[in-house]
């Protein structure tokens, strides 16, 4: 293994989550550390810990330190640089400070590092479509999956499948997003973010069997998943199953009582209007 992967596997951004999260939140996501014997005394690994461990507190001051460390250094150190400056940029929602980033690490990265590039190209079209330019979006992860089928990642190709499906989507090229949804569930047929979105892609479509079907695969995978009950209660209220949605609806509140998924649930509740044995609110 190299340094550089070494290095990203021990403080870097986790490419492995059970979900496939929204622009947003993708780009915040980091690997927790591993635990070793020994504290690592390697300088690079030290600077990266403490730029990473700026971000929630001070993101501004984590981004100062690696622009300056990224114009000070060369190689490997370089490329750490850079991957902090993307998350601190993300931070701060700086997308276009963020996708430059993550492209220049990316790009500085050795090529039979495939994996790695893979990471840093997903990163950088993650960014490109937070900050709305899905078109640049699109050929970053196009890349990306290309680096991630390299280095044989089914995890990594099927998260850039699924923000090249959301750029698509954002571009109404509906049918070939169909086709990326396709290729994360046949990449990772048991996890449930690629069928939560194949399932809501079919409802925008208004193909509700489809949708429902999708639904249904999802709820077996994660059953306690919030925002596949409240996908599931809207699939079912546009197909005239309002017992079916409020039910979905209801197990979402008894899940997660205290969640904004719980909070989106009792506004359709109270959209819906009480059920047939429940009384009227004044």
């Given amino acids: 293994m190299s340094m550089l992967l070494a290095l990203l596997l021990q403080v870097g951004p986790h490419a492995g989550t059970d979900t496939l999260p929204d622009p947003h939140d993708a780009l915040r996501d980091r690997a927790p550390r591993e635990t070793a014997l020994e504290p690592p005394v390697d300088p690079t690994s030290q600077w990266l810990q403490t730029c ?9 001051r984590a981004h100062t330190l690696a622009q300056i460390r990224r114009n000070e250094a060369s190689g490997a150190d370089r490329v750490i640089a850079n991957h902090c400056l993307g998350l601190a ?4 929602g700086l997308w276009n400070d963020a996708r430059s980033a993550f492209l220049a690490a990316r790009d500085e990265t050795p090529v039979e590092e495939a994996r790695t590039r893979a990471r ?13 330019d899905a078109e640049e979006a699109i050929a970053l992860l196009s890349a990306a999956q290309a680096d991630a089928r390299s280095a044989a990642s089914a995890t990594l190709e099927a998260i850039a499948a699924a923000d090249m499906a959301r ?4 571009l109404d090229r509906r049918q070939e997003a169909l086709l ?3 290729n994360v569930t046949r990449l990772e047929p048991d996890k449930a973010e690629g ?22 695969r999802a709820a077996m995978l994660a059953p306690q998943n919030a925002e596949v009950g409240l996908e599931a209660g809207v699939i079912a209220v546009l197909a005239g199953r309002e017992e079916s949605a409020r039910q979905s609806w209801q197990s979402v509140i ?4 205290d969640s904004p998924a719980a909070a989106t649930a009792k506004t359709y509740l109270a959209q819906l209007g009480p059920g047939p044995e429940e009384p009227a609110t004044p």
């Fill in 52 to 60: 990473l461990d700026l971000l929630d507190e001070d993101a501004s």
């Fill in 89 to 92: 940029a993300t931070e701060l």
């Fill in 120 to 132: 840093f190209g997903a990163m950088a079209g993650n960014a490109a479509l937070a900050g709305g």
């Fill in 167 to 170: 750029a698509l989507v954002a």
């Fill in 180 to 182: 990326a949804l396709a």
């Fill in 195 to 216: 069928w939560l979105l194949t399932a809501t892609l079919f409802r925008r479509m208004e193909r509700l069997d489809d949708a429902q079907e999708a639904i249904e």
């Fill in 254 to 257: 008894v899940m997660q009582p």
